[in-house]
T-cell receptor
Framework: KNQVEQSPQSLIILEGKNCTLQCNYTVSPFSNLRWYKQDTGRGPVSLTIMTFSENTKSNGRYTATLDADTKQSSLHITASQLSDSASYICVVSPNFGNEKLTFGTGTRLTIIP | DVKVTQSSRYLVKRTGEKVFLECVQDMDHENMFWYRQDPGLGLRLIYFSYDVKMKEKGDIPEGYSVSREKKERFSLILESASTNQTSMYLC??????????FGAGTRLSVL
């Protein structure tokens, strides 16, 4: 069964600190992996998309890494801001098209001043 | 910017009512999706559509139907709402193998 597991479930850090969120997947075949940010009460917004040939991708203070051999990804947030407080969802696609996406349950990140 | 608009942010309905959730996208995307999101479960696909009048069941279609009469509009229908359909419903659109764009969500409570 295709699965995406994220850790930790929740994380609290001080403003200005860095943090790393983890994603392990067992989806096969593999096409791409995405990280989304979801603010409370809102829909998810895409941060990065990586194919199996990419091992790192950045979007501002967000840097995602991918190890397709170990089926692991991480999302690193640098110099956190209060607006980074959100849920971060890892999503894996097995093929062309978007109808077979497998979603993780997310990491709830809280930034405190 | 892609915009996916869901007609209601919050809805409260009674058990047995027929419920319509509407979604409109403005980017001429072929694919549209309906998901529900529940705590601890992640997003689960209810239905998707890859063209006008075309639809495919997702992972949890029971109790739901959909309608896509126009390319930009995808409706989710709860024929007879039940309390276990209380959830956050998210509409999304995409081109094949492109980014998926989500609406803001509709939080539905069935009493």
């Amino acid at each position: 069964k295709n699965q995406v597991e994220q850790s930790p479930q929740s994380l609290i850090i001080l403003e200005g600190k860095n943090c790393t969120l983890q994603c392990n997947y067992t989806v096969s075949p593999f096409s791409n992996l995405r990280w989304y940010k979801q603010d409370t009460g809102r829909g998810p917004v895409s941060l990065t998309i990586m194919t199996f040939s990419e091992n790192t991708k950045s979007n501002g203070r967000y840097t995602a890494t991918l190890d397709a051999d170990t089926k692991q990804s991480s999302l690193h947030i640098t110099a956190s801001q209060l607006s980074d407080s959100a849920s971060y969802i890892c999503v894996v696609s097995p093929n062309f098209g978007n109808e077979k996406l497998t979603f993780g349950t997310g990491t709830r990140l809280t930034i405190i001043p | 910017d892609v915009k996916v608009t869901q007609s209601s942010r919050y809805l409260v309905k009674r058990t047995g009512e027929k419920v319509f959730l509407e979604c409109v996208q403005d980017m001429d995307h072929e694919n549209m999706f309906w998901y529900r999101q529940d705590p601890g479960l992640g997003l689960r696909l209810i239905y998707f559509s890859y063209d006008v009048k075309m639809k495919e069941k997702g992972d949890i279609p029971e109790g739901y139907s959909v309608s896509r009469e126009k390319k930009e509009r995808f409706s989710l229908i709860l024929e007879s709402a039940s309390t276990n359909q209380t959830s956050m419903y998210l509409c999304a659109s995409s081109i094949p193998d492109g980014g998926v764009y989500f609406g803001a969500g509709t939080r539905l409570s069935v009493l």
